[in-house]
Nanobody, 125 residues
Framework: QVQLVESGGGLVQAGGSLRLSCAAS????????RGWFRQAPGKEREFVGG????????YYVDSVKGRFTISRDNAKNTVYLQLNSLKPEDTAVYYC??????????????????WGQGTQVTVSL
């Protein structure tokens, strides 16, 4: 059974940091680009950023650029999202996802085949 499992979410004060992990099992995702999305209460799910299969290309949306960092360890079948300088508006459920294309990072969630269950990140003032 193919699974993506996120962990590392929690409650943090504004300005703090968290590191999210997304561990895959059931198959290797080393040839899959990976994306991170988030969904805040009452809002649609939005793309945060992604990383190519090799890790050579990484993309971030403007709202998180310079604060969030995406990395991956293909030997561990895991992708990471480091969240620094957190703001209350970063509060959301964060999801990791995997798409079949290896080189292209899609912002459209419809391109992603596998999804994790999400992990809650709450940033307080």
């Amino acid at each position: 059974q193919v699974q993506l499992v996120e962990s590392g979410g929690g409650l943090v004060q504004a300005g703090g940091s968290l590191r999210l992990s997304c561990a895959a099992s059931g198959r290797s995702f080393s040839s899959y680009a990976r994306g991170w999305f988030r969904q805040a209460p009452g809002k649609e799910r939005e793309f945060v950023g992604g990383i190519s299969a090799s890790g050579g290309s990484v993309y971030y949306v403007d709202s998180v650029k310079g604060r969030f960092t995406i990395s991956r360890d293909n030997a561990k079948n895991t992708v990471y999202l480091q969240l620094n300088s957190l703001k209350p508006e970063d509060t959301a459920v964060y999801y990791c996802a995997a798409e079949v294309k290896s080189w292209y990072i899609d912002s459209d969630e419809r391109e992603y085949v596998y999804w994790g269950q999400g992990t809650q990140v709450t940033v307080s003032l």
